[in-house]
T-cell receptor, first 112, second 114 residues
Framework: QQQVKQSPQSLIVQKGGISIINCAYE??????FPWYQQFPGKGPALLIA?????SEKKEGRFTISFNKSAKQFSLHIMDSQPGDSATYFC???????????FGAGTILRVKS | EPEVTQTPSHQVTQMGQEVILRCVPI?????FYWYRQILGQKVEFLVS????????KSEIFDDQFSVERPDGSNFTLKIRSTKLEDSAMYFC????????????FGDGTRLSIL
């Protein structure tokens, strides 16, 4: 029940296209859902996060869509660029919880 | 922008030896964390630390592991007797509070056990 399932494992998108990564969870106590971007040799960097009181959050080219009833959330990267090529992790946490539960990660490659 | 710094970036240790990984969290943050990422796998929570004590730990964080905040700026992870399976990237993170969520990660220490 503590798991966060992420798909796809890898994704290739043409420059200018939309990248979509999906995550699903079971624990209804989760109430904070961040996405992290990780480049090789670097730590995860917070990209964008959402709480379940909203269905969508947008920051620049990055949008989180959240479906509370389906217990799913997704990251959309609009106008994908080669510089977006990285590993993306979804994660979840409870309101006063200490630990982030991470998905397995998606390796995104944007072809120029 | 403030950041979490970790040293060393790469640590090579013989199996059975003790190793200490060091972290300097963001200065006004109160919660500190260690995570582990085995090559090609997901990031896994190890332990959280607040007010000079462990607030939560995972099953991975057994008696071989300990954490300490020896002074006002450093946060350390000690592995007492390293095993081959301890080889991984170890990430330190910090957050302002448990309620103010964003956890900010350092760039990690690659631990290689020979």
């Amino acid at each position: 029940q503590q798991q966060v399932k992420q798909s796809p494992q890898s994704l290739i998108v043409q420059k200018g296209g939309i990248s979509i990564i999906n995550c699903a969870y079971e624990n209804t106590a989760f109430d904070y859902f961040p996405w992290y971007q990780q480049f090789p040799g670097k730590g995860p960097a917070l990209l964008i996060a959402i709480r379940p009181d909203v269905s969508e959050k947008k920051e620049g080219r990055f949008t989180i869509s959240f479906n509370k009833s389906a217990k799913q959330f997704s990251l959309h990267i609009m106008d994908s660029q080669p510089g977006d090529s990285a590993t993306y992790f979804c994660a979840a946490n409870t309101e006063y919880g200490n630990k982030l539960v991470f998905g397995a990660g998606t390796i995104l490659r944007v072809k120029s | 922008e403030p950041e979490v710094t970790q040293t060393p970036s790469h640590q090579v240790t013989q199996m059975g030896q003790e190793v200490i990984l060091r972290c300097v969290p963001i200065s006004n943050h109160l919660y500190f964390y260690w995570y582990r990422q085995i090559l090609g796998q997901k990031v896994e929570f190890l332990v959280s630390f607040y007010n000079n004590e462990i607030s939560e730990k995972s099953e991975i964080f057994d008696d071989q592991f300990s954490v300490e905040r020896p002074d006002g700026s450093n946060f350390t992870l000690k592995i007492r007797s390293t095993k081959l399976e301890d080889s991984a990237m170890y990430f330190c993170a910090s957050s302002l509070s448990a309620a103010v969520k964003p956890q900010h990660f350092g760039d990690g220490t690659r631990l290689s056990i020979l």
